[in-house]
């Protein structure tokens, strides 16, 4: 030790370390995982994989409520982003996000969890035609399609 500072109670300026025959004794111990316990932890990481689009759903509704129903570039970039992620993934990631989970004894089982992220990315979806909705960008009245049909009257109006 440098200077005069003694060393503190308890401790040793060497470590102990295992020796070389103690490390191969704990390594004999130990038991390989069977083929069944490899496939049900991938069956319990796809299940993870598969509702991570679920924790998405409340961060999402709170977003689209607090952007607005005003047509402006942020609530409608947003909302074109609900729309198209979840797509994307349905399209395109699914099989991929799974594949390498998916094995000739578990194939069955990846199925349901599969299912789950499809749904969960389709709620995401749902998000986004709410809020297109709420924008008034959903054609969902008579008078959106009619050019003769005379459009309802507002209850308030900003001018006399």
């Known amino acids: 030790m440098t200077g005069d500072i003694p060393s503190p109670p308890g401790f040793e300026q060497e470590a102990p370390r295992l020796k070389k025959s103690d490390r191969t004794e704990k390594n004999e111990h130990t038991k390989k995982p069977t083929q069944k316990e490899l496939d049900l932890l991938k ?6 994989i598969a509702t991570m689009p ?3 759903i409340p961060m999402n509704l709170v977003m689209s409520y607090m952007t607005g129903n005003s047509l402006q570039v942020i609530p409608i970039m947003m909302t074109l982003m609900l729309l198209w992620n979840p797509l994307k993934a ?3 990631e699914t099989n991929s996000v799974f594949a390498g989970f998916t094995t000739n004894t578990n194939s069955l089982q990846m199925y349901l969890p599969k299912i789950v992220f499809v749904s969960c990315q389709l709620a995401n979806m749902m998000i986004g035609l709410w809020k297109l909705n709420k924008l008034g960008l959903i054609p969902n009245k008579e008078a959106d399609w009619l050019s003769w049909q005379v459009a ?6 900003l001018s006399f």
């Open 43 to 48: 069956v319990k990481k796809a299940w993870d």
């Open 90 to 92: 349905i399209l395109t």
């Open 54 to 56: 679920a924790k998405n």
């Open 152 to 157: 309802g009257e507002y209850i308030e109006k």
